[in-house]
Every structure is written in structure tokens, then in C-alpha cells.
């Protein structure tokens, strides 16, 4: 079995380029969407929370026309839906990424009364209880990334 990392993400367009890439690989084979990342990324803005929270009708269109798009309507609504949370997280708390961080120092301080960060990544659209997991996993881990065997 190889070992494979998984990065945490550095910015809050990469945390919702992390949950893209789950919604699209939800239902396909992780080989397709690794095939057509590069153009999917690009459709999408390199997942700029700025742009994709203010899309108008056609250009929502075009992200679903895109050269390599998985044309799923609904995981393009989703992701879109997603970057309207996040510019939501980033207004109410400065970023995602300090939203996070506040959730597990809460969370450390009050288990009791605090929600879980897996339970909080449930917010987002198309993400589940084991993908919320899996997103856990990643920012509860030491170091920079998550190492697991694929």
C-alpha cells in the first residue's frame, strides 16, 4: 500500500477546494475527478470564496460548461452554496481557518457543550457525517498533514 498526504489547507479557498473535491468525488471514481481536478479548479476560480459567493445566473452556467466539468448540477449548487458559508464564517469570524481553530480550543475547553468540529463541518452542503469526519481528521492531526495509507 502507498502512503499518500493530504495538506491541510493554508487558506480558506483551499478549505473549500478540500470540500469541492469531497462533493465531486462522492458517487464517482476518485481517478475521474483526480483526471479532471486541473479543469474543475479552474471552472470553479481556483475556489475564490470572494467569487464564487457572487455569481450571477450565467456564469453559474458556464462553470457547468466548462472543458473537463463533472456535470452534476447539484454538486456545482452545492459548492457554490459552500462558498456563500464560508464568505458567511469569514465575515463572523475573520476567516474559516480561525473559525476552526476557535471550534477546537472550544471544543478542548467544553466537550460537553461545544460542538465537535465533525459535527460542525456538517453545515456544509453535501458533506456527511463520514466526510465531516474525514475533514475532522485532517485539521485535528499533528503537522501539516494527514498521512494515510491508500
Known amino acids: ?21 469531497i462533493i465531486f468525488v462522492a458517487g464517482f471514481r476518485y481517478s475521474i475527478v483526480e ?6 479548479k479552474k471552472a470553479f476560480y481556483k ?16 462553470i457547468l460548461k466548462a472543458k473537463g466539468m463533472i456535470k ?17 464564517l469569514e465575515e463572523e469570524h475573520g476567516s474559516v481557518l480561525k473559525w476552526i481553530e476557535k471550534l477546537k480550543k472550544d471544543y478542548k475547553k467544553n466537550p460537553l457543550f461545544n460542538p465537535s468540529l465533525e459535527d460542525s463541518f456538517l453545515r456544509f452542503d453535501r458533506i456527511g457525517k463520514m466526510t465531516s469526519g474525514w475533514l475532522a481528521s485532517l485539521h485535528n492531526a499533528k503537522g501539516k498533514c494527514l498521512i494515510y495509507e491508500m
Open 47 to 62: 475556489f475564490d470564496i470572494n467569487k464564487l459567493s457572487k455569481l450571477n445566473e450565467k456564469q453559474i452556467n458556464n
Open 72 to 88: 452534476n448540477v447539484g454538486k456545482i449548487e452545492a459548492i457554490i452554496e459552500n462558498a456563500k458559508k464560508c464568505k458567511k
Open 35 to 40: 483526471e479532471r481536478w486541473p479543469s474543475i
Open 1 to 21: 500500500m502507498a502512503k499518500k498526504k493530504i495538506y491541510k489547507p493554508k487558506n480558506d479557498d483551499e478549505f473549500l477546494g478540500q470540500v469541492a473535491k
